[in-house]
């Protein structure tokens, strides 16, 4: 009897990326952002079933131009492979177990919501800005079939058993047109996944091994500050005058205080530690153009291209709370280190004002400065 399998040459993956690279996606790496957070979502999923596990994420630049990413998560059920497949344009009741007669698999009704399932399938469609053939081995923690799925770029695929000693997880990997480099992947992953709650390595080395900023040791204020300086110095090229502290609800940051004149923001933004942009806009108040940010939500809904928040009630309130953080640091600053706000004021002074113009206590407190 025939291995089963599942046919079809109804997508045109190459199409449906192109789409996405003219409308959406300018940067062809986000495949990697989007199949490192698809892992970690699939790490989380399994530790609600597993307390403990220890998840990680691998990395491998394999000759020639081939690249493997490997998660010890969740894995993949048939129901949601189909799901997946949904997801990137299909429908799923076109695809067929071909034993003696079709079968269709069952949906579980639970993976409606495993969000990292339709982002997989966002990630796997990625793949195709830069890959012409994408192979995922998969086993479900609640299913011990294991899969394999391989698409082409014209458009067909097929789903078929995998090794039954294939461990839990997933595993992607992707033929690239033009090659890929050792240097290239790492510098991408880093970019993206620098802060990652889960490990991800490439070879023995892992990516991730710097924490944020809002997360180093501190025994005291002045210590904390020069941690986030050195931070800044390290991971931004920046020498900061300033480090503030960010705060709002499901957010938190570093402000760093330019050591030039204003400029448009540029903030590096991330939602669950995955980066969505080095330059956001529309994060913080107007008169804020003189800090650079680096700040992670939890819950901000990302917008279309996941380079940036959508504009709504939530971003307004947390865009107040994080202003509240720069103007209460600098009535400090005026208080408590006068001469530090001082070189502030000198260097950005127009902003200063733009803040003190509907603030009394700023405009008195930094009208004594003069």
Same mark, same amino acid.
């Given at each position: 009897?025939?291995?089963? #399998?599942?046919?079809?040459?109804?997508?045109?993956?190459?199409?449906?990326?192109?789409?996405?690279?003219?409308?959406? %996606?300018?940067?062809?790496?986000?495949?990697?952002?989007?199949?490192?957070?698809?892992?970690? +979502?699939?790490?989380?999923?399994?530790?609600?079933?597993? $307390?403990?596990?220890?998840?990680?994420?691998? !990395?491998?630049?394999? /000759?020639?131009?081939?690249?493997?990413?490997?998660?010890?998560? !969740?894995?993949?059920?048939?129901?949601?492979?189909?799901?997946?497949?949904?997801?990137?344009?299909?429908?799923?009741?076109?695809?067929?177990?071909?034993?003696?007669? $079709?079968?269709?698999?069952?949906?579980?009704?639970?993976?409606?919501?495993?969000?990292? *399932?339709?982002?997989?399938?966002?990630?796997?469609?990625? &793949?195709?800005?830069?890959?012409?053939?994408?192979?995922?081995?998969? @086993?479900?923690?609640?299913?011990?079939?294991?899969?394999?799925?391989?698409?082409?770029?014209?458009? #067909? %695929?097929? !789903?078929?058993?995998? /090794?039954?000693?294939?461990?839990?997880?997933?595993?992607?990997?992707?033929?690239?047109?033009?090659?890929?480099?050792?240097?290239?992947?790492?510098?991408?992953?880093?970019?993206?996944?620098?802060?990652?709650? *889960?490990?991800?390595?490439?070879?023995? #080395?892992?990516?991730?091994? /710097?924490?944020?900023?809002?997360?180093?040791?501190?025994?005291?204020?002045?210590?904390?500050?020069?941690?986030?300086?050195? %931070?800044? @110095?390290?991971?931004?090229?920046? +020498?900061?005058?300033?480090?503030? $502290?960010?705060?709002?609800?499901?957010?938190?940051?570093?402000?760093?205080?330019?050591?030039?004149?204003?400029?448009?923001?540029?903030?590096?933004?991330?939602?669950?530690?995955?980066?969505?942009?080095?330059?956001? =806009?529309?994060?913080?108040?107007?008169?804020?153009?003189?800090?650079?940010?680096? !700040?992670?939500?939890?819950?901000?809904?990302?917008?279309?291209?996941?380079?940036?928040?959508?504009?709504? =009630?939530?971003?307004?309130?947390?865009?107040?709370?994080?202003?509240? &953080?720069?103007?209460?640091?600098?009535?400090?600053?005026?208080?408590?280190?006068?001469?530090?706000?001082?070189?502030?004021?000198?260097?950005?002074?127009?902003?200063?004002?733009?803040?003190?113009?509907?603030?009394?206590?700023?405009?008195?407190?930094?009208?004594?400065?003069?």
């Amino acid at each position: 009897m025939p291995s089963p #399998t599942i046919t079809s040459a109804a997508m045109d993956f190459r199409g449906l990326a192109g789409l996405l690279s003219r409308h959406l %996606y300018h940067d062809p790496d986000v495949y990697l952002r989007d199949l490192l957070q698809s892992a970690v +979502d699939a790490i989380a999923a399994r530790r609600r079933l597993e $307390p403990g596990l220890s998840g990680v994420v691998s !990395i491998e630049v394999v /000759e020639p131009g081939e690249l493997v990413i490997t998660d010890n998560g !969740i894995g993949l059920t048939g129901a949601e492979l189909v799901e997946l497949l949904a997801n990137v344009g299909g429908d799923s009741g076109q695809y067929e177990m071909v034993r003696r007669r $079709p079968v269709r698999f069952e949906r579980d009704e639970s993976s409606r919501h495993r969000d990292h *399932v339709g982002q997989f399938g966002v990630g796997l469609l990625a &793949c195709f800005l830069v890959a012409d053939e994408v192979t995922v081995l998969t @086993r479900s923690a609640k299913d011990p079939e294991a899969l394999r799925w391989h698409g082409l770029g014209d458009g #067909t %695929y097929e !789903i078929s058993p995998a /090794e039954s000693s294939l461990p839990i997880g997933t595993r992607v990997h992707l033929r690239a047109r033009a090659g890929v480099s050792f240097g290239h992947v790492s510098r991408s992953a880093r970019r993206y996944g620098g802060l990652l709650p *889960v490990p991800v390595r490439m070879g023995s #080395t892992q990516v991730n091994d /710097e924490p944020p900023p809002w997360e180093l040791p501190a025994l005291t204020m002045d210590r904390q500050r020069e941690n986030a300086l050195g %931070y800044a @110095r390290r991971v931004l090229d920046l +020498d900061p005058l300033d480090a503030i $502290p960010l705060h709002a609800d499901g957010v938190r940051g570093v402000a760093f205080v330019l050591p030039h004149e204003s400029s448009p923001h540029r903030d590096r933004v991330c939602l669950r530690r995955m980066l969505l942009s080095e330059s956001a =806009e529309r994060l913080l108040p107007d008169w804020a153009v003189f800090v650079r940010c680096v !700040i992670d939500a939890d819950d901000l809904l990302p917008n279309v291209a996941r380079d940036g928040f959508v504009e709504d =009630e939530r971003l307004a309130a947390v865009r107040e709370q994080l202003g509240r &953080c720069i103007r209460d640091h600098l009535v400090d600053l005026a208080r408590m280190w006068p001469s530090r706000l001082a070189g502030i004021a000198a260097l950005h002074r127009p902003a200063l004002a733009a803040l003190a113009a509907n603030d009394g206590e700023c405009r008195r407190l930094f009208d004594e400065m003069e």
